[in-house]
Nanobody, 115 residues
Framework: QVQLVESGGGLVQPGGSLRLSCAAS????????MGWSRQAPGNQREVVAT???????NYVDSVKGRFTISRDNEKNTVYLEMNGLKPEDTAVYYC?????????WGKGTLVTIFS
């Protein structure tokens, strides 16, 4: 069982930045593929960014060039650096970890972009 705890959400104006963190409670963090997803009210959850155990990254088109996913295996933490935030980025952001057909999710952190 892997527990994931997200932090770093908040209120920010358009064009602003936030850095989300997700701490994992496992000593084998480095083997997990990690990702960030988001869900806005009335919308389905969408995958925003992923980073494999080898460090390969992928992004949904809407955040390319603005968001950066990274991981620190020494700290068992994955990050999502978000720049140039837009109102449509408003959502609850969830961290997930996956390996061997198992998937774990955090409870999410709310990001609100307001004018």
């Amino acid at each position: 069982q892997v527990q994931l705890v997200e932090s770093g959400g908040g209120l920010v104006q358009p064009g602003g930045s936030l850095r989300l963190s997700c701490a994992a409670s496992t000593s084998t963090f480095s083997i997990y593929d990690m990702g960030w997803s988001r869900q806005a009210p009335g919308n389905q959850r969408e995958v925003v960014a992923t980073i494999s155990s080898s460090g390969r990254t992928n992004y949904v088109d809407s955040v390319k060039g603005r968001f950066t996913i990274s991981r620190d295996n020494e700290k068992n933490t994955v990050y999502l650096e978000m720049n140039g935030l837009k109102p449509e980025d408003t959502a609850v952001y969830y961290c997930n970890a996956g390996k061997y057909g198992m998937e774990y999710w955090g409870k999410g952190t709310l990001v609100t972009i307001f004018s």
